[in-house]
């Protein structure tokens, strides 16, 4: 009998790969950012689930799919993963939370990516509402 590796489900990727470029187009900068990244690719697992998911910048945007062989992988729970990403100041994770391995200048280039991550959050809003209920 054989093990096969769970995979995540197809409809979640696409979410998930929707909602990363929804916000990366709220920051102007973000996509030249990608521009430097592209063809680049991160596996995330999260503990405990087996399976990983890569994450590929593909013509300025983000492509969700199963990990084949990344440049990067990071693995932790998603706790450590969120406590990570709110990352603001000396904070720092207790040693083994987070184990990442691969491309180190890569990891550098992803981490000022996301430190200078700036979305801006009023214009869905500002569009949908108008310019004034918008930004209240």
Request: no cysteine; charged share 20%; aromatic share 6%.
């Amino acid at each position: 009998m054989t093990t096969e590796t769970p995979r995540w489900p197809t409809p979640l990727l696409r979410l998930l790969e929707g909602g990363l470029n929804r916000v990366l187009a709220l920051d102007g900068n973000a996509t030249e950012s990608l521009l430097g990244l592209e063809g680049r690719s991160v596996a995330l697992r999260l503990k405990p689930w087996p399976a990983a998911m890569q994450i590929t910048v593909r013509g300025g945007r983000l492509v969700a799919a199963d990990a084949a062989a990344p440049d990067l992988a990071i693995t932790a729970t998603p706790g450590a993963l969120l406590a990570l990403a709110a990352e603001r100041g000396g904070f720092q994770l207790p040693a083994g939370r987070v184990d990442i391995s691969g491309d180190a200048d890569l990891a550098r280039r992803i981490q000022k990516l996301l430190a200078g991550l700036d979305p801006d959050w009023d214009r869905p809003f500002a569009q949908f509402f108008g310019e004034v209920a918008g930004h209240q």
